[in-house]
């Protein structure tokens, strides 16, 4: 059945094909090939969200349903948004759209960032569920790959959920890089030194440092490295970082990001707690070294993926003891290598097949 949605505009109206059970409402995000509803689920009264996807246009867009589809349905963790349902279409034939049920949060982190000034308790609280979601997906060997302010959802209870695993990929997998640079058009703010100077290999630190960025972000309420291009980018990393030291200059593997980098200016690095007074501290901390919120933050934008912290220890630092709790703090099985056999394939992957992989998917 056809349910119909407001546009924003309120004049304009999109076409749910979705059960009568659910009372399409607003509509509450639109990207590059879905739109979100809010809606009503009348048997039990409860809100949802539901995710319009016409990914078959662009194999792109296929892959990234797919991800989504498989990597929520695997986790089930508090602070990773869940997929409560999918529409089954009613032939293959007519299979044209995607629906994906999900709970409803009632806004994110960029627009809470835009909107008001977060306290210390805020973003304690905030970047402590964002690690321990982060705990999950990298102990099933899952690198987010596009962490940002916008896809982590949040609600009036200050629960924060991981959304949008369209770029996830396993970090087992030791496949050459240069797909991963094609197809990688996330937001250049939040990605890491690494992902710019090397070409052939990236690892879990790749999402810690975009949680230092966000951390950042939520302290003082604007992005830390707005880059406008790749190279702006490394520059106002740097700018702020310093020029790397020796060690960290030789752990670059590329030769021409080392020599890259060799042209650039020195620069002297930046005291965070410079950029960020006024951090709290408690009486026992030493006094000649940072609050322990820079402390973190420092941590995390580590410029050297090999001494960046990893979430397991950034979940155990000062700054987050009052919500650390070891044994809440879950863990997910490691997904099977074959569980992203598309994804090594997916050069030699037709669209049809493709929306056949999608098609199983959803019908299992």
Known sequence: MSNRAPGQSGSRKISFNVSEQYDIQDVVGEGAYGVVCSALHKPSGQKVAIKKITPFDHSMFCLRTLREMKLLRYFNHENIISILDIQKPRSYESFTEVYLIQELMETDMHRVIRTQDLSDDHCQYFIYQTLRALKAMHSANVLHRDLKPSNLLLNANCDLKVCDFGLARSAA????????????????????????????????????????????????????????????????????????????????????????????????????????????????????????????????????????????????????????????????????????????????????????????????
């Open 173 to 364: 997998s030791h496949e050459d890089n240069s797909g991963f640079m094609t197809e990688y058009v996330a937001t250049r703010w939040y990605r890491a030194p690494e992902i710019m100077l090397t070409f052939k290999e990236y690892t879990k630190a790749i999402d810690v440092w975009s949680v230092g960025c966000i951390l950042a972000e939520m302290f003082s309420g604007k992005p830390l490295f707005p880059g406008k291009d790749y190279h702006h980018q490394l520059t106002l990393i740097l700018e702020i970082l310093g020029t790397p030291t020796m060690e960290d200059y030789y752990g670059i593997k590329s030769r021409r990001a080392r020599e890259y980098i060799r042209s650039l200016p020195f620069k002297k690095k930046v005291d965070l707690e410079v950029l960020f007074p006024d951090k709290p501290r408690d009486e026992e901390d030493d006094p000649k070294q940072p609050p322990p919120a820079i402390q973190l933050l420092q941590a995390l934008l580590e410029f050297n993926p090999a001494k960046r912290i990893t979430v397991e220890k950034a979940l155990e630092h000062k700054y987050l003891r009052p919500y650390h709790d070891k044994d809440d703090e879950p863990t997910a099985a490691p997904i099977p290598e074959e569980f992203f056999d598309f994804d090594k394939n997916k050069d030699n992957l037709t669209k049809e097949q493709l929306k056949e992989l999608i098609y199983t998917e959803i019908m299992r």
